[in-house]
Each structure stands twice: as C-alpha cells, then as structure tokens.
C-alpha cells in the first residue's frame, strides 16, 4: 500500500515562491507515475504537473503553471518536489500528490484525476498581499 504525505504550504505573496514535498511510503517501488495536483473550493481537480519514477527528465505541466512551476523527484529518497514561483492569487488552492502504478507522463499530455489510484490529504498554498 502506497502513503502519500504532503507537506510545505502556506501563506505567501504574489510573486513569491514555494516548494511544496511529497513523501511515498509502503509498496513506493511498485508505482510509475507521480503527479501534483490542485483543487481551489467549487471547482474542479487539476492536474497540474507529472514525473516518471523511471524517466525524470519526461515532465508535464499544465499551461496554468508551465515557466513558473518545476516539478522534481528523489527516488532514494522516495520523495516528490514541486517548486513554485512567481506565485499569483488564482494558484489559491489545496496541492494534492498522486502516483499510480501503470501511467506513464508525457510532456504533452495532460492528466487526470481519475487515472490516479495513490492520494495525499493535500496542503493549503494561499497566495496574498
């Protein structure tokens, strides 16, 4: 069984930055895929960001956050990075983590909250003057 723990949010202002880290406990080895999320009240999950565990050099990001967001793994360390800069009020959301056993990520194609099985419980980001 995969754990996802989520940690690094918090309040910040516009134009600044964050890094945001997923720690994987349990059965980490059988998963393929990793990806970040984000879901603000009201609306839907977003997929914002995926790295493979086998390729970390094929990354996604969704057009909301390409050229400012980085997305980056330690798989020693059994640990998912997202840095996040330039920050603006729209990125306002709770970050989840994801993994999945069988998905691949590719730089052009989005993904969805539906192809993940692995969850996180999320952390708060709140961009503010």
């Not at 393929?32 to 996604?60: L, V």
């Not at 057009?63 to 980085?70: A, E, L, P, Y």
């Not at 052009?108 to 969850?119: E, I, K, M, R």
């Given at each position: 069984?995969v754990?996802?723990?989520?940690?690094?949010?918090?309040?910040?202002?516009?134009?600044?930055?964050?890094?945001?880290?997923?720690?994987?406990?349990?059965?980490?080895?059988?998963?393929?895929?990793?990806?970040?999320?984000?879901?603000?009240?009201?609306?839907?999950?977003?997929?914002?960001?995926?790295i493979?565990?086998?390729?970390?050099?094929?990354?996604?990001?969704?057009?909301?956050?390409?050229?400012?967001?980085?997305?980056?793994?330690?798989?020693?360390?059994?640990?998912?990075?997202?840095?996040?800069?330039?920050?603006?009020?729209?990125?306002?959301?709770?970050?989840?983590?994801?993994?999945?056993s069988?998905?691949?990520?590719?730089?052009?194609q989005?993904?969805?909250?539906?192809?993940?099985?692995?969850?996180?419980?999320?952390?708060?980001?709140?961009?503010?003057?």
């Amino acid at each position: 069984q995969v754990q996802l723990v989520e940690s690094g949010g918090g309040l910040v202002q516009p134009g600044g930055s964050l890094r945001l880290s997923c720690a994987g406990s349990g059965s980490t080895l059988d998963y393929h895929a990793m990806a970040w999320f984000r879901q603000a009240p009201g609306k839907e999950r977003e997929g914002i960001s995926c790295i493979n565990r086998s390729d970390g050099r094929s990354t996604y990001y969704s057009d909301s956050v390409k050229g400012r967001f980085t997305i980056s793994r330690d798989n020693a360390k059994n640990t998912v990075y997202l840095q996040m800069n330039n920050l603006r009020p729209e990125d306002t959301a709770v970050y989840f983590c994801a993994a999945d056993s069988d998905l691949y990520c590719d730089s052009g194609q989005a993904v969805t909250a539906l192809d993940f099985h692995f969850w996180g419980q999320g952390t708060q980001v709140t961009v503010s003057s």
